[in-house]
């Protein structure tokens, strides 16, 4: 098996980046989701309430700063904000606490959804940890829903696009890392762990899905029910929630590349 695809989101829920190779720290890919927008009152925002967020891409500095993009804006750039203010901010359940951006950061955002919402930046003395039902002390998370990783496999969406009216692309599913070479469909169902040159990757749940992956993610439009309804139909559910891919936490650090092996540990 190998690695045939790495995508990160600088920020969250907002346009993806694919790599040639990336950075793996114990939070995920370098620049993975260290940045989340909010409501001014700090709740997260992604696409389930705001599918026109897939219209803003962001392209991070190598200091962690990002600039953003809209095609009917002129493109900004937000630096890693340096004052000490930290606010706290939630993502589900979770309390983070975390550093707003500066004001111009806001505004421009604000301007593109039409309505108050503020930029966040996770600082990375900032410690989030994963569910304790399914992680180890001392592993955790950025601003992703709740672990590393996502791992997804070429086979088991060409399984699912095999029952599609219409075939999907794997950007529909947000993963970080997509691997080909899997012995069948699904089989990433039955892994425990990866290695990945000298990384390891424990592989602890499965990943629930939800109304984003119906949208293009081009541009946030919904496009009916599927995937959602074929998961469902073809029995990919865990706790009755439709599942594709498998939620990952690295051991350790290091670099990931497109063309790497990949072997079960």
Known sequence: MRITHIYRYPVKSM?????????????????????MMVTPEGRFLTRRELPAMALVRAQPHDDGGVILHHADASSLSVAVPTTGERRQVKVWSDSVAATPADAAAHDWLSARFGRPVHLVHMGEDVVRG???????????????????????????????NAQL??????????????????????????WTRLRIGTLTLRLVKPCTRCVITTQDPETGESEGREPLATLRKMGRLWQRQPIFGVNAIPDGVGEVAVGTLVELA
């Not at 040639?20 to 260290?34: C, F, K, M, P, V």
């Not at 569910?131 to 699912?160: I, N």
């Not at 009216?165 to 993963?175: D, K, L, S, T, V």
């Open 130 to 160: 994963v569910d304790p039902a399914y992680g180890r002390p001392g592993d955790t998370v950025g601003f992703a829903d709740g672990f590393p990783l996502l791992v997804t496999t070429q086979e088991s969406l060409d399984a699912v």
């Open 165 to 190: 009216p219409a075939p999907i692309a794997m950007a529909r599913f947000r993963p970080n890392l997509v691997i080909a070479g899997a012995p069948a469909a699904f089989a990433e169902d039955g």
């Open 15 to 35: 346009g993806g980046q694919a790599m040639e190779r990336a950075n793996l720290t114990l939070q995920g890919l370098s620049h993975d989701r260290r940045w």
